[in-house]
């Protein structure tokens, strides 16, 4: 299947999130982009599909937002440094998988550095970013599509 992944949290930066898939969808084709909130079918492992889905990916985009480095699980844990955190866990196996990972940084949001990172992802810190900002969205999300265009043929 292949295509194009997208790891993000949940939160108040959907509509960008969803906005970026619909147009990835939209030009790439749906069976091209993996988004969770719809392309796991009701009932599926969920666990399973991730992996599977990011095993056969081409590019994966780590969308980051302006919480991503600070927010706390339940425990008080930043998510980040937690190892069941499933953010934690897609980026843990693109880098394996060795994936092409390009974080997708909302709005000002500073690039990861190393230090910021736990250990079994701080590579991502290496990886040039996007940026996609509130003004320009539409034409940010363009400039992605013609980058990632050279990783993953529209169907």
């Not at 889905?53 to 969308?63: G, P």
């Not at 339940?74 to 953010?87: H, P, Q, S």
């Not at 990861?112 to 590579?123: F, K, M, Q, T, V």
Request: with cysteine.
């Amino acid at each position: 299947m292949g295509g194009i992944f997208i790891s993000y949290r949940r939160g108040g930066h959907i509509d960008v999130v969803s906005s970026l898939g619909d147009r990835l969808a939209e030009y790439f084709g749906c069976d091209q982009v993996f988004l969770d909130i719809s392309s796991i079918r009701l009932g599926a492992r969920f666990p399973d599909v991730l992996k599977e889905r990011l095993h056969d990916s081409e590019v994966v985009l780590a969308v980051i937002h302006a919480q991503w480095f600070t927010e706390c699980n339940a425990n008080g844990i930043r998510r980040l440094d937690d190892k069941e955190d499933w953010v934690r866990q897609e980026l843990e196996i693109a880098l394996q998988a060795d994936k092409k990972i390009i974080p997708i940084l909302l709005d000002e949001v500073p690039t990861p550095g190393a230090d910021e990172l736990p250990e079994s992802i701080r590579d991502v810190s290496t990886r040039q970013a996007h940026r996609i900002r509130a003004g320009s969205r539409d034409s940010d999300i363009e400039e992605l599509i013609s980058q990632v265009h050279n990783d993953v043929a529209p169907l």
